[in-house]
RNA sequence: GGCGGGGUAGCCAAGUGGUAAGGCAGGGCUCUGCAAAAGCCCCAUUCGUCGGUUCGAGUCCGACCCUCGCCUCCA
């Protein structure tokens, strides 16, 4: 009955059940962007996932609190304003509205707060004196700040439930860049990272000199504000789990170490990285895609979101080009069945069919087994097809199976498109291609639906009258 | 080296002990003046390999092979 999800932190299957006494309000946390550039098809995917999690939880009656940051302060960020010689807002803003606009395209709900790492400043100037309070962060030689492990560990802290990474084999020293060369211990991280003549204008002074964060806690300042101590769920994709989360837990746990003993978030959960045609995404294989690119190649939102929605968060997602042709002939499946029930069903209005809806619902409840789903979801397109076809369906029982596609669409959320104007040019030259057609003048009919077509429209005949739909290339 | 995902039809993919969902592609049919579109039907004796447990294994156990990822840039 209840929903089951999968915890990184248990690495198990486990009932979902919120804080909230009442069981009622859920409190979620996305890791957003890092407006440095275009997000990828890689970035959408866990994206789409974040927001089918919020869908679910809607439409399983909760309310949902839902916060996503923008991390528009952080190392990329920074060496990028100095190449383009731009201020720091003027930059990010770019990457930021970019980002909105494909989220949008995505048709992901807006979360309900977006915070700005650089509006918290403050937050996360707090949360550092806490941790230097409990004398688990230090200040090192150039002023920069770092959380220590040992001291947080030896204090009773846990450092590791995520990942599961035994530290003491760990080898310092690897990839230890030059601006921490003085820290205490290798695994310790930057809270704080003093001002250097790179930066720029990019600095905010504090107690500890002029600086900026560290990568990871802005998250825990922002989370904390926004949803409290300890919140329901927290999600990003995979990578995120070490460093970036295993070090929030440390942070907002450590700052009231002792005198708190709730876990900073119940449940975490990671969506998968995509490949693309079965390799690795990267600018120098030649696959790396923006949505930009797939929408210039013609492709729809709808599409792209169906194919990233159909299989299992928590799999590897082979994204391919074969892929989305095929997403795009699978929705017009579903497309069709939808216009075909429109016309069925009028004016009247109904409620959805409760067996389609409690058997999506079963294989939802299943930590998001979506593949399942759409496997329900086909079957019941077929048989309503079947019965347009055969026996004919009712208007009631097709306003039904409207009525529970939009229950069922308010968790995939495909943005289907409202159907293009069609140009009165194109009604005209349609009416008389069927004006000739009734007098048997089939050549002159052909040389219209050529002409309709060159036209970018398509003039389909069907046993209920002409359709004009505009025409697809690819 | 440590930790963790995967290997099911041409491709994607569900299925955790009872005899292989679903999507795409492909084939056939229906409808049609012809098309197109759409719909319906068909499409894995078999689940990486080899052993084992069991009345029964894609599912459990053991060994092996292959593949992808993470181990302080990353969605």
Redesign the pocket.
């Known amino acids: 009955m209840s929903i089951k999800v999968f915890n990184t932190l248990s690495?198990n299957l486990e009932d979902f059940i919120p804080l909230d006494p009442n069981g009622k309000q859920v409190d979620i946390y996305c890791?957003?962007?890092?407006v440095?550039?275009y997000?990828?098809?890689?970035?959408?995917?866990?994206?789409v996932f974040s927001d089918l999690v919020r869908r679910y939880l809607e439409f399983s009656g909760y309310e949902v609190r839902h916060v996503m940051n923008i991390?528009d302060v952080?190392?990329?960020i920074i060496r990028r304003v100095a190449e383009t010689g731009k201020s720091l807002t003027e930059f990010t803003q770019v990457y930021e509205k970019a980002f909105l606009r494909d989220f949008k395209s995505m048709n992901c709900l807006s979360p309900h707060h977006m915070p700005r790492a650089t509006e918290h400043i403050q937050s996360i100037i707090d949360l550092i004196g806490k941790l230097m309070h409990k004398g688990i962060a230090y200040q090192v030689q150039d002023g920069s700040i770092y959380f220590s492990?040992e001291k947080y560990r030896s204090k009773g802290g846990q450092y590791g439930r995520l990942?599961?990474?035994?530290?003491e084999?760990?080898?310092?020293g690897?990839?230890?860049?030059q601006d921490e060369y003085d820290k205490e211990?290798?695994?310790?991280?930057a809270l704080w990272k003093a001002r250097v003549p790179e930066d720029g204008e990019v600095y905010w002074p504090s107690p500890w000199g002029e600086g900026r964060p560290g990568?990871?806690i802005e998250c825990s300042a922002m989370s904390m504000k926004i949803l409290g101590r300890s919140f329901d769920l927290h999600l990003?994709?995979?990578?995120?789990?070490?460093?970036?989360h295993e070090?929030e837990i440390a942070q907002s746990e450590g700052a009231d170490l002792g005198e708190n003993d709730q876990p900073f978030v119940k449940y975490w959960m990671?969506?998968?990285?995509?490949?693309v045609e079965?390799?690795?995404?990267s600018k120098s294989l030649g696959n790396f895609h923006t949505l930009r690119d797939l929408f210039d190649q013609g492709f729809a939102g709808v599409e792209v979101r169906y194919?990233l929605t159909?299989?299992?968060y928590?799999?590897?997602?082979?994204f391919?080009m074969?892929?989305l042709?095929?997403?795009?002939?699978?929705m017009?499946?579903?497309k069709?069945?939808l216009e075909?029930l429109r016309e069925v069903a009028g004016e009247t209005k109904s409620t959805p069919t409760e067996e389609v809806i409690s058997r999506f619902t079963e294989?939802m409840d299943?930590?998001l087994?979506?593949?399942?789903?759409?496997?329900?979801?086909?079957?019941w397109?077929?048989?309503?097809?079947?019965q347009?076809?055969?026996t004919g369906l009712n208007p009631t029982q097709a306003a039904a199976a409207l009525a529970s596609w939009d229950r069922i669409n308010s968790v995939f959320g495909l943005p289907f498109d409202p159907s293009d104007e069609i140009p009165e040019e194109i009604l005209k030259l349609a009416e008389l291609?069927q004006e000739?057609?009734q007098s048997?003048e089939?050549?002159t009919?052909?040389k219209l639906?050529d002409q309709i077509q060159s036209k970018g429209w398509?003039?389909?005949?069907?046993?209920t009258g002409i359709?004009i739909?505009p025409f697809q290339i690819s």
């Open positions: 690495r890791c957003g962007p890092t440095y550039g997000i990828h098809i890689g970035n959408i995917r866990t994206f991390t952080e190392d990329k492990i990942i599961h990474l035994n530290f084999e760990m080898r310092p690897d990839r230890v860049s211990s290798a695994a310790d991280f990568w990871h990003g994709g995979e990578d995120l789990v070490f460093p970036h070090d990671h969506g998968a990285h995509l490949q079965g390799r690795k995404m194919l159909s299989s299992h928590r799999e590897t997602f082979n391919t074969d892929g042709r095929g997403a795009r002939s699978a017009s499946r579903i069709e069945c075909k294989a299943d930590d087994n979506v593949s399942k789903a759409w496997g329900i979801v086909f079957d397109i077929r048989s309503l097809n079947k347009i076809a055969d291609r000739a057609r048997r089939f050549e009919a052909d639906r398509r003039v389909e005949d069907s046993p359709k739909k």
